[in-house]
């Protein structure tokens, strides 16, 4: 009866454990960033340390306030994560750079370079701007979704893609971005902000989008 969800062999730093759980793989001199309370279960010897001090000068900026919003994972073993039952993706980075809305941020090998940034080119949207968690380097960052999430590729095709920001999960740090309001459709689309505002992508990445357009703690403008 409970065979068929038995861990799998492991197959690379981190992977899924069916849709809504995280699997890394830990090894001493491999320390990972998570989000802290995202443990669910680890097998091996692996410690925790909450508000390391690489996160403290970021703590005060990042976007749900919270005070030690990530937690330095070390050790060797097994480690899972979840959060609340969100889907959850893999991104393996290969000298890339992702932007990553920060209450869809999972886990992060601790080697990447990363920083709360300001979305450029949206703030006369949203008085403010809006802020983001950029992520960047060689290694494994792991984000979270409500529901299934697609991943659209920009580079495609030679239209733009329109993306409603409460829906907006992630993007390829080198897409160029630009808002759009239309007034006309304002009662059909933009649930979250009561009007039509939609985020435009061109160029060559790809933007991850939820089917959800809960606007509680997403692209939070900070005073």
Known sequence: MIAGHAPKPVTARMENHGSSMLKVAMATGQDLFARTGSMVAYEGFIQYEPNPPAVRQMASAWLTGESAPVMKCSGDGLLYLADY???VVCLNLNNESVSV???N??????????GVERVKGLAKFA????????????GWVAI?????????????????????????????????????RSFKASSLIGR????AFQIAFSGQGFVVVQ?????TDRLRARG
């Not at 008085?127 to 060689?138: E, H, I, R």
């Not at 239209?159 to 759009?180: I, R």
Request: glycine share 14%.
């Open 85 to 87: 039952g969100a889907d």
């Open 127 to 138: 008085g403010q701007g809006l802020f983001n968690v950029a992520v960047s380097g060689t």
């Open 105 to 114: 941020l999972l886990a992060f090998d601790a080697h990447l370079q990363w």
């Open 144 to 180: 979270t979704s409500r529901g299934t999430p697609i991943v659209v590729d920009c580079g495609s095709g030679a239209d733009e893609t329109y993306v409603d920001p409460d829906a907006l999960v992630a993007w390829s740090s080198g897409l160029k971005m630009k808002a759009k």
């Open 192 to 195: 979250g902000s009561g009007e």
């Open 211 to 215: 089917p959800s357009e809960d606007s």
């Open 101 to 103: 809305n920060g209450t």
